[in-house]
């Protein structure tokens, strides 16, 4: 079975301790060492490396004294939870921060710039920067620093949390934008910059819900999280995208065009990764109420995790506490949301996914979370279960080091960056690597560091083809990249449709003929025909998804439909998801039958149905089943006609099940609320029926 590939055994490592008597002492202890050596990397927040091992780091000067935390603010609170773009919040900032207003220091607010008042002007004076490190002879330890980048510092700007290094550029989150930049001359300090998305990150909010986890996704897109501060952008394109009080994961083209929200209703997920079949995860913080618990997320497309801004100050009743949107699913649960995995540890900081070939090879294929400030480390594993994933082994392996962001070297070691001290700034940090004794040097790792530091520009077709099926992620996505950047479109396809290819490198070729149809550069899509029939589940799953991304699906989004039938419920769940994006009313009779196939089996398959009909059902189809004695298909259409505020979910509202007349009341309530729906809504009070 292809889900079965994700399966793997979870080895017990332990870091500076005694090991148990349940571990075998064959087995690898990881080692630590202090990358930057001598070299300060003050209050440091991100990390990320380019093919060559030099390291990018972001440092922040404004968290709390800048970019402000609203609990040392609590009489704004009002009128924070209100705001909903960049623009209110720098006006709003312009009133309350007026020269004159504020008498004495409040928090980490002063008067920075000793002008004599404290006003907005001294929330522009502390800088973000990036600074470049790398080890120049060779000896495993840094010895050389430059001030990459700084100069980020209006009075809306928020804090360095995330960046990346690719194809030549650094990314950088820094919100209320997302920065790429570029070194020209290789001298360590950037010649160019350009915000290339704008509009994040318009609430006070919490100290550390920032926009952060920047990383690349298995379609070329740059992937990046924010916390509940907002999301209020027009894209290159012209158009409003927004969730402004929810956290979100977002994504966009590498020039910034083609920006959209991916999923929201998150808290703040820190960083998130994509395994080697292009699931993407996180560990989701809590909101530190008595009994709740961070969450392990399976981060799809279009889903909501349940978590608005306004509920972290709620008195008395809460929706996230009191309806239990915090838990893994249960009876009873509210069923617009997608529900956490699992619960799991405090503090959860840096994340990553072990690329393939990194560390030992008991430590591949699992996930790495770092706990903040407690200054451990677990490494665990996720097995497929229906349409998602369930936890499985999970144990420390390491500790001593307040690691927060982390990531992978090209020499296989796992890089993370330390504050030092716990919260308070003090411009102290540093850099570390982790290793283990049976990894270190491995043949497979060395070759890894060999390809990615030659880099991929100059590689021959056949040879990139080759590395598409490579043991490391890192290597067949970055030949998958070049392949599409090339336009070498029938290369790929013959690596698609090639059975006796293995099974990754065919993924990756569909993801590379994705960014190509994404893109319009794809006219023959007769390949289509073959792979979406494939016998591997896996690759119709990724099918059906690059159908769902294709610039111009055309009558291929028509072929989908049968998928619905498909035995495998991977390969149902991208389909409905992909059919709900090109928008194929003709899949509605099929949708309808599979939502009541499912029952309540499958939160996650669920979700992917509510997504396909919200995209592909008119008003009057999902409105008629109302009627349908199924209660799974009339939640699913209650759930879709939410997703697009359609008044004609008050048909809904006297429902037989309590459970699907109250998914109506959220519909018609939460967030913006569907203002004409809310007489009948309010009706609902003085029915007996009720």
């Keep these: 079975m292809i889900l079965s590939r994700h399966l793997v055994s979870v080895t017990i490592v332990v870091f500076c301790s005694v090991l148990s008597a349940a571990v075998p002492v064959k087995e690898p202890k990881l080692q630590m060492q202090k990358w930057s050596g ?38 704004w609170i009002p009128i924070d939870v209100g705001l909903d773009d960049i623009e209110k919040k720098k006006a709003f900032y312009h009133d309350v921060l007026a020269p004159g207003k504020m008498l004495r220091p409040e928090g980490g607010l002063k ?16 800088t973000e920067r990036i600074y470049r490190l790398e080890d120049t002879d060779g000896d495993g330890v840094a010895d050389k620093k430059t001030v990459f980048a700084e100069g980020f510092n209006t009075e809306v700007t928020g804090i360095a949390a995330g960046i990346l290094w690719h194809d030549g550029w650094v990314y950088c989150t820094i919100a209320p934008d997302l920065w790429r930049l570029r070194d020209n001359d290789d001298d360590g300090v950037a010649d160019e910059r350009e915000a290339i998305v704008h509009g994040f990150g318009h609430h006070i909010a919490y100290a550390g819900h920032d926009m952060h986890g920047l990383c690349v996704g298995p379609d070329g897109r740059i992937y990046w999280t924010i916390g509940d501060k907002g999301v209020n952008v027009l894209n290159k394109e012209g158009v409003r995208i927004k969730q402004p009080h929810q956290g979100c994961v977002l994504r966009c083209e590498p020039d910034g065009t083609g920006f959209e929200i991916y999923a929201h209703g998150l808290r703040n997920v820190q960083e998130v990764a994509f395994d080697e079949y292009g699931n993407l995860f996180g560990v989701d913080n809590d909101s530190d109420r008595p009994g709740e618990k961070e969450r392990i997320v399976y981060i799809t497309e279009q889903s909501d995790s349940g978590w608005r801004c306004g509920y972290q100050y709620m008195k008395g009743f809460c929706p996230w506490m009191d309806e239990g949107l915090w838990k893994p699913r249960y009876i009873g649960q509210a069923e617009y949301i997608t529900p956490p995995l699992a619960n799991y540890n405090d503090g959860p900081a840096g994340f990553a996914y072990n690329p393939g070939t990194a560390l030992s090879k008991s430590l591949r294929r699992m996930f790495y979370c770092n706990q903040f400030p407690k ?95 490579h043991d490391d992620k890192r290597v067949r996505s970055e030949a998958q990249f070049e392949l599409a950047k090339r336009g070498e479109f029938e290369a790929l396809k013959n690596v698609a449709i090639n059975v006796s290819r293995p099974q990754l490198a065919r993924i990756h070729a569909i993801w590379g003929l994705g960014q190509g149809m994404r893109a319009g550069k794809i006219e023959d899509g007769t390949f289509l025909d073959v792979i979406i029939k494939d016998k591997d589940a896996e690759v119709r799953c990724q099918t059906a998804k690059v159908i769902g991304d294709a610039k111009a699906p055309g009558n291929y989004a028509l072929k989908l439909i049968p998928l619905l039938k498909d035995t495998n419920i991977r390969v149902q769940f991208f389909t409905a998801i992909a059919l709900g994006k090109v928008k194929v009313e003709a899949a509605t009779p099929s949708l309808i039958v599979l939502a009541k196939q499912i029952g309540d089996k499958d939160a996650y398959l669920r979700h992917a149905i509510v997504t396909g009909l919200a995209g592909c059902a008119s008003s009057e189809s999902l409105i008629k089943q109302a ?24 048909n809904y509202l006297h429902d037989k099940d309590d ?13 913006e609320s569907i203002a004409e729906a809310l007489p009948a809504l309010a009706d609902i009070l003085s029915d007996p029926r009720a």
């Design 38 to 75: 001598d070299i300060n990397v003050p209050d440091p927040v991100a990390v990320t490396t380019d093919h060559k091992g030099r390291a990018y780091v972001t440092q922040t000067t404004r968290r709390k004294v800048a970019d402000l935390d609203i609990r040392e603010h609590t009489q």
């Design 111 to 126: 008067d920075h710039n000793k002008d004599g008042s404290i006003d907005w002007r001294d929330l522009t004076v502390h």
């Design 375 to 469: 200054g451990k480390m677990n490494a665990f594993q996720l097995m497929p279960n229906g349409a998602s994933f369930n936890l499985g082994e999970d144990q420390i392996i390491a500790s001593g080091v307040m690691g927060i962001g982390m990531c992978w070297p090209p020499n296989g070691k796992l890089m993370t960056v330390d504050w030092m001290g716990g919260y308070p700034m003090d411009d102290k940090g540093a850099i570390w690597t982790l290793d283990d004794t049976m990894g270190t040097g491995s043949p497979e790792g060395k070759e890894t560091q060999r390809i990615l530091e030659k880099g991929f520009t100059k590689n021959y077709t056949s040879d990139l083809m080759d590395m598409l099926g």
């Design 627 to 650: 009627m349908n004695e199924s209660r799974s298909v009339r939640l699913a259409c209650v759930l879709a006609l939410r997703r697009r505020m359609d008044v004609g979910i008050i």
């Design 659 to 671: 459970g699907v007349a109250s998914e109506a009341a959220r519909g018609i309530h939460d967030d």
